[in-house]
């Protein structure tokens, strides 16, 4: 679609990098944390699904509604307003004692991060030229990745030296830097502003009532990440119960193995940025990318069997690899096929599909364990995986089969079924 007329402004993305990375560590530092004193306290499972469920029904739910506020309004009002919220809903949470009032509280600070998220995403692209997005996609996913790697591993410290204050307030800094990011960052999108981005040659296509379930490969891909992540999601509640519990490890060790899989996004998000700068084909692309997904399930079936928490480290690692290459590649092609004008509603749809899939996976996490073991809910998140990628292939085929017919001006073949109508054929606007 449209990308930067001129020079990249890698000085604009650097300062999205340096905000995404701290206000990340500051995300999994509070949720690492609010998790550990959840399972210290005696938690079950119920408790940990209810607290990822109140940090992620915002982001789905508010979908709509912020990604059309990032489509209209000035990205930089937005990330200063929202980052000021943000830092003062984490500074109460820090004192607040009573579980309900946490929870509001929490799903207030997700409620900002719904905001912010599609601003930041969609802003990326416009700051940089189309043969640069694949690096300034990796560099995003870097920032996320070490904020993520940091967080939980500074968690495991903190909680078991100060409690869980130190970590809260720390968090409520950290929103600071999207703040700073929003008042220094020249590239502004949203409210009266024009695009400062050109069309790319052969790639540009009208915003006027476009919608992401018109793209069948677009389609493909986020029905894709939402059923794996439906299936998998669980994991995230399972972890800690399989971690400390099963295996027996201390809170740091928990941090540490959960980091593994961040420190392998990192490394995933540049092996395969320059292949996604390569892959100029969007159907081979999102070929590769279900190819990335089934890669992260399989590791999360190989570690249900191992007997100590260190031999989960290189599963996880080659898992969050996967997941890193896959998260690069979805990036470049939803920036690649979505009009400059509704990237922010694009973004925040892809967003929305996975936070909902996530909180089916919390939800049938925190039931699961009270009539399973976390051993068992580890292989069968791997398994149930697999098994959505494998049911998603044939329909995502014949959609790239259809998009390559219309390129070359060939008859498509009829479509058999509604479900491959939803993935084979655009869909007309309403």
């Known amino acids: 679609m449209s990308f930067a007329s001129g020079p990249s402004r890698w000085s604009d993305v650097w300062l999205v990098t340096a905000a995404r990375g701290t206000s990340t ?49 000035d990205s930089r009002l937005l990330l200063v307003g929202a980052g000021l919220a943000q830092a003062a809903v984490c500074l109460a ?43 300034a996609a990796a560099l ?69 009532g476009w919608r992401v379930r018109q793209d069948p490969l677009l389609v493909a891909m986020i029905v894709t990440i939402a059923g794996v992540i439906a299936a998998v999601a669980a994991i995230n509640v399972v972890e800690v119960f399989f971690i400390r519990e099963t295996l027996g490890s201390s809170t740091t060790m928990y941090g540490l193995v959960t980091g593994a899989w961040t420190l392998g996004i990192l490394i995933g998000a540049w092996l395969f ?38 031999l989960l480290v290189p599963f996880w690692l080659l898992g969050g690899v996967a997941n890193g290459g896959a998260n690069v590649f979805d990036n470049v092609l939803l920036a690649r096929r979505v009009p400059e004008a509704v990237r922010g509603r694009a973004y925040a749809a892809l967003s929305g599909s996975v936070q909902g ?17 976390p051993r068992s809910l580890v292989a069968a998140c791997g398994a149930a995986g697999l098994l959505v990628v494998a049911l998603v292939v044939p329909p995502v085929i014949r959609a790239i089969r259809t998009e390559q017919a ?6 498509t073949a009829p479509v058999t079924s ?9 869909v007309p606007t309403r």
């Open 406 to 411: 219309v390129a070359e001006g060939r008859p």
């Open 93 to 135: 949470l820090a004192y607040a004692g009573h579980p309900a009032v946490v929870i509001a509280l929490v799903a207030l600070l997700a409620s900002g991060l719904a905001v912010t998220q599609p601003v930041l995403s969609a802003l990326v692209p416009n700051m940089v030229r189309a043969e640069d997005l694949p690096r």
């Open 418 to 426: 509604t479900k491959d109508a939803e993935l084979a054929t655009p």
């Open 25 to 73: 560590c500051g995300d999994f530092l509070a949720a690492a944390a609010l998790t550990l004193a959840l399972q210290s306290a005696g938690a079950g499972g119920l408790a940990v699904s209810g607290l990822m469920l109140a940090a992620t029904l915002p982001l789905a739910v508010l979908a709509p509604l912020t990604g059309r506020l990032a489509d209209r309004f």
């Open 273 to 310: 940025a320059r292949l996604a700068r390569r892959l100029t084909d969007d159907g081979r692309m999102l070929g590769g990318y279900l190819a990335l997904i089934a890669g992260c399930c399989l590791m999360i079936l190989l570690s249900a069997a191992v007997p100590t928490a260190l």
């Open 140 to 208: 995003n996913q870097t920032a996320g990745t070490l904020g993520a790697l940091a967080g939980p591993a500074l968690a495991g410290v903190l909680v078991g030296g100060f409690g869980t204050r130190v970590p809260l307030l720390l968090d409520a800094a950290s929103y600071l830097a999207l703040v700073v990011a929003g008042l220094l960052i020249r590239t502004r999108r949203g409210g009266r502003r024009h695009p400062t981005a050109a069309a790319t040659p052969g790639t540009a296509a009208p915003a006027v």
């Open 357 to 373: 899939a996530s909180m089916v996976g919390f939800l049938l996490g925190g039931l699961l364990l009270a009539v399973a073991t």
